[in-house]
Structures are given as structure tokens and as C-alpha cells.
């Protein structure tokens, strides 16, 4: 008897939403996996991986669990003591380790342009949302993506805070004990390549470069990212 196929789970990053994950979602979808796009608040490490955690925790059955930037800190997290999370997939991804937070990785090499590219927007109580410029968001964060397309996702962006994006990850790390995969974007401009690899080697992970690729490689290059989930998912059923 075949194996049951995982449930891929997709949890998107900062300055961004479900939505980007369209077209590898409908790819998965014809191959006859159950897709589920996981809400990420954005509004802190330690809660956003615990909502994530909660709707992990309702699927039956295996689980992949795949996350872009931001994403990736969350299912770090999330994943952790969990049976069903068969393989852990990042996507131009951050991969911290206990104490690290996203903006201390982000500066660990050069080449982000992430910090002149922020808009923030002060919150009551001194919070602030950040959002990447609409001005600067095709160039910076998707640059292999027509400007037209890359327009629609500046306008639909979802902003982090910036207690999000500095909090340090907290608790033993998934990746220490479930297979990983790891997708590099070559020229991405957000999280610099170097500093993808170093995570991905740092990890053990399985890991490929996509050459030319933006932050959006899930976008960008949808063949190379489908193909990545599912090798996560064959070699771990």
C-alpha cells in the first residue's frame, strides 16, 4: 500500500502573506498533496510559533513543514516536539539557533538592504509595524519578478513588528532533530546568500542555490521550490 501523502504546511514571512504561495501551492495540489497555509500574525517569535504550533498540532498525519524568511524562525520553533513534522523545508529562510533573532542574522554578513528599505509605522505603546517601501520592493525583494506582479505584493504586504523581528528564538530548535531542507536564493538582497549558507551548513541540511533567484524564489521559481517540498517529502514518508 502506498503511503499517505504529508500534509505540506506554508507559513509565509514578514512583508508578505499567504497569498505569494499560489503557484507552488496549485503545483502541489495537481501532485496530490493536502496544502495548508498556515496565518502568521507577525506579531512576535514565541506567539506566531505557537499558533502555528496550535493548527500543527490538528492535522492528522504526517506533516512537512515549510517557511519563507521570517517563516522560517517560526517553524524552528514550532515544530519542536511534534512526531507528525516529518521534514522541516526553508525558503530563502532564516534558521536560528537558540538566543539568535532574525535581525541579528540578517546583519551577520554583508549585503541586506533590508534596514534602508523599512517603512515604519509607529503603534500605540511604543510598538512599531514595519513594512518594506513600496518604492524600493520590486528591486530589494523580488527582483526576478515582473514589476507588475511585484507591485500587487507591495500593496498586499502584511508588516512585522519590530519586537517580532528582534526577539531572540527561544528553546531547543526543530532542526537539531528533524531532516531539513534548504533553499537558497542566489541573489537575494534581503538575506544574503552567505548568510543562507551558513545556516543551511550550520543545520546539516540538504540544501540547493538557485541561482539569480530574489527573496521570492517561491515565486521566481516555483519548479526548483515544488520540487525541493517534495524531495523533502518522498525521503522522509
Request: proline share 9%; aromatic share 6%; charged share 15%.
Amino acid at each position: 500500500m502506498a503511503h499517505k501523502r504529508p500534509t505540506i504546511v506554508l507559513v509565509h514571512g514578514a512583508f508578505a502573506d499567504s497569498s505569494g504561495f499560489t503557484g507552488i501551492v496549485k503545483r502541489l495540489v495537481a501532485d496530490g498533496y493536502p496544502v495548508v497555509a498556515a496565518p502568521n500574525p507577525l506579531r512576535g517569535l514565541s506567539s506566531d510559533a505557537e499558533q502555528v504550533k496550535a493548527l500543527l498540532d490538528s492535522i492528522e498525519g504526517p506533516i512537512v513543514l515549510v517557511g519563507h524568511s521570517y517563516g522560517g524562525a517560526v517553524i524552528s520553533s514550532a515544530a519542536t516536539g511534534n512526531p507528525e513534522v516529518k521534514a522541516l523545508v526553508y525558503l530563502a529562510a532564516f534558521v536560528p539557533e537558540t538566543g539568535e533573532s532574525v535581525q541579528q542574522l540578517v546583519e551577520k554578513f554583508p549585503g541586506s538592504t533590508v534596514g534602508e528599505s523599512l517603512k515604519p509605522v509607529p503603534l500605540p505603546g511604543g510598538q512599531v509595524d514595519l513594512y518594506i517601501d513600496p518604492r524600493v520592493f520590486q528591486p530589494n525583494f523580488a527582483g526576478d519578478v515582473p514589476a507588475e506582479e511585484a507591485a500587487l505584493f507591495a500593496i498586499t504586504q502584511r508588516p512585522a513588528t519590530g519586537a517580532a523581528l528582534g526577539e531572540p528564538a527561544a528553546g531547543p530548535q526543530a532542526w537539531h532533530t528533524i531532516p531539513n531542507y534548504n533553499l537558497i536564493s542566489g541573489a537575494d538582497r534581503i538575506i544574503p546568500p552567505a548568510a543562507q549558507e551558513f545556516m543551511a551548513q550550520r543545520s546539516g541540511a540538504k540544501f540547493q542555490v538557485v541561482e539569480g533567484a530574489s527573496h521570492l524564489v517561491f515565486v521566481s521559481r516555483p519548479g526548483p521550490t515544488v520540487a525541493l517540498i517534495e524531495k523533502a517529502a518522498n525521503e522522509n514518508a
